[in-house]
C-alpha cells in the first residue's frame, strides 16, 4: 500500500483532536488491519481519506453527526510506524490509524512462514492480539471519546474491546454486519461472557436478535433492533438513458444489476450466474443484461466462471466504486436489483436500490424481511438462499413485466423513505448509546 499522507503538524494535530462539549463515539471496524481489506479492493490511506463514502460505516457517521454526535474512526495497520490522524473529507469525521503491536506483527509474520494462518484457531489469536491497548487509550483520551461502537461482536477483537472498556470504565457497543460465526472453538467459552458485560447491541435484524437472545441469555435491554441507515434524501434515480449511455446498454434492453464486494460463496455469485442462465434460456426474445459491479477477492474465479458458463450477456464494471454518484447512474441503468447472498448482517445495497425507485429480488438473507416487511408490499421479492430456480423465476417475473417493476419500485422508494433515514436512525442511536442525555 502506498502511504501518500503526511504526518500532522502540531497544530493540525490539535485540530483534529474531538471537542469535549459534544457527544464523541470511537466507531471500531474489524476487518483485522485496515489493510486486510483495502488492499484488495485498491484503496489506499489517501484514497480512503479523500473519496470513499457510503456503506454501513460512513452511512453510521453521517446519520450520528446529523443527531450531533462526533465520530472518531479507528484502524490498526502494519503499514504505520506512529499514530496517523486524518480528517475524511466527504463526512469531515477524524480518522485514526494506530500500528499493530509488536507481539502482533510477530504472531503475523511467524504464522504465514509456517503456512497455518488461515487456520481458525490462529485467525482467533490474530485478531485478540491485533489491538494495540496502551495506544488505543491514549488516543480515545485525546480525541474525548465517550463509548465505543464496534462492527461485530462475533469477533475476538470485541472481546478485548470489551474488557477494555471496563479497565477504561468506558461503554463499549457493537452492531451486526454480519460476523455471526465464531473462527474457532477457541472463543466459545469467551464470547458469552463478553456478550454479558457489553453495554448494548445494536441489531437491524430481528432473527438475530432471537439468534442472540437465545444463544446467550442475554436480557432484552441490552438489544435494541436499529436499521443501518441510508441517505434517501440524496438518492433519487438518474435519466435511465443517459445512464444506459454511459454503459453502451441499449434502450430497449431489460437489465439487472448486483453491486458489491466480488466474493463468490457470500455474495452467492455462483447462484446468481446459474439463474441469470437459465432466464437467459426461458426469455429467448428478450435483449438482457447482466450488470455486475465491484471488485475483490474472487474476481479470477468470478471471470473462469463466467467463461465456462459460457454467458455473453454480461456487463462487468471490476473496480471497487467509491464515486457514489457513479453507482447511482449504474443502478439508475437498471429494471431490476438483485442480492443472491448467502449471508449478510444487515444489507445496504437493497436500500440504495429502493431509493432509486428499483424492485428488488433478494435471498433470505438477514435483515431482509426486516428491510421488505411486507414483502412485495415494501418493493421487494424474497427466495430462498441458494435456490438459482426461484431466484430466476422471481428475476424472471420482474425482467418481462414492466408494469410490476415500477409498482415495486415505487413501493420500495416509500419503505426506504419511511424506515431508514438519516434523521431517524441517527436519533435511534444516539437514544439507545447515551440514554442519560436522551431527553436532553
Known amino acids: 500500500m502506498n502511504i501518500l499522507l503526511t504526518s500532522p503538524s502540531s ?30 479492493v485498491g484503496v489506499s490511506f489517501d484514497i480512503f481519506r479523500t473519496e470513499l463514502t457510503g456503506g454501513w460505516m460512513f452511512n453510521y457517521i453521517e446519520a450520528l453527526q446529523l443527531v450531533g454526535v ?3 474512526l479507528i484502524f490498526i495497520s502494519s503499514h504505520v510506524s506512529e499514530t496517523w490522524r486524518f480528517r475524511h473529507e466527504p463526512t469531515g469525521a477524524t480518522v485514526c490509524i494506530l500500528p499493530d503491536s509488536i507481539l502482533h506483527r510477530a504472531f503475523r509474520y511467524s ?47 470485541f472481546d478485548v474491546c470489551v474488557l477494555f472498556g471496563k479497565l477504561m470504565q468506558m461503554p463499549v457497543f457493537a452492531s451486526f454486519q454480519g460476523g455471526c460465526s465464531q473462527r474457532s472453538r477457541f472463543e466459545r467459552p469467551i464470547r458469552p461472557f463478553t456478550l ?58 431489460r437489465v439487472a444489476i448486483s453491486h458489491g464486494r466480488i466474493d463468490i460463496i457470500h455474495k452467492g455469485l455462483d447462484i446468481l450466474l446459474e439463474a441469470w442462465k437459465q432466464i437467459c434460456s426461458e426469455l429467448p426474445n428478450q435483449e438482457l443484461c447482466l450488470l455486475l459491479v465491484g471488485s475483490g477477492s474472487d474476481v479470477q ?9 459460457q454467458i455473453t450477456n454480461i456487463l ?94 415505487k413501493r420500495g422508494r416509500h419503505r426506504a423513505e419511511q424506515a431508514f433515514s438519516f434523521e431517524a436512525i441517527g436519533k435511534q442511536m444516539r437514544n439507545f448509546i447515551f440514554k442519560n442525555e436522551a431527553d436532553k
Open 11 to 40: 497544530d493540525e494535530s490539535q485540530t483534529l483532536k474531538s471537542t469535549h462539549s459534544q457527544l464523541t463515539i470511537a466507531l471500531m471496524p474489524c476487518d483485522g488491519l485496515f489493510e486486510d481489506f483495502f488492499d484488495t
Open 70 to 72: 462526533q465520530v472518531v
Open 111 to 157: 504464522t504465514y512462514r509456517m503456512g497455518v494462518a488461515k487456520k481458525g484457531v490462529i485467525k482467533s489469536l490474530d485478531s485478540y492480539l491485533v489491538l494495540p491497548l496502551v495506544l488505543l487509550a491514549s488516543e480515545l483520551k485525546q480525541q474525548g471519546v465517550d463509548a465505543i461502537l464496534f462492527q461485530d461482536y462475533e469477533n475476538p477483537s
Open 196 to 253: 454479558r458485560a457489553s453495554t448494548g447491541l445494536i441489531i437491524g435484524s430481528k432473527t438475530e436478535i432471537q439468534r442472540v437472545s437465545d444463544r446467550y441469555q442475554l436480557p432484552s435491554q441490552k438489544l435494541m433492533q436499529i436499521f443501518n441507515p441510508m441517505d434517501v434524501t440524496t438518492w433519487h434515480p438518474m435519466d435511465r438513458k443517459q445512464a444506459r449511455k454511459m454503459l453502451g446498454i441499449s434502450d430497449h434492453a
Open 301 to 309: 474465479e468470478l471471470d473462469q466462471c463466467i467463461a465456462s458458463m
Open 316 to 409: 462487468w464494471v471490476n473496480e471497487y466504486i467509491r464515486d457514489r454518484t457513479l453507482l447511482w447512474q449504474y443502478i439508475s441503468a437498471a429494471d431490476v436489483y438483485v442480492l443472491s447472498s448467502r449471508y449478510e448482517g444487515f444489507p445496504v445495497a437493497p436500500i440504495e436500490a429502493m431509493t432509486c425507485k428499483l424492485p428488488v429480488v433478494a435471498t433470505d438473507v438477514n435483515g431482509i424481511r426486516d428491510i421488505f416487511n411486507e414483502g412485495e408490499a415494501s418493493g421487494g421479492i424474497i427466495v430462498p438462499c441458494e435456490d438459482a430456480t426461484a431466484l430466476a423465476a422471481a428475476l424472471g417475473r420482474i425482467l418481462d413485466d414492466t408494469s410490476l417493476g415500477h409498482e415495486l419500485g
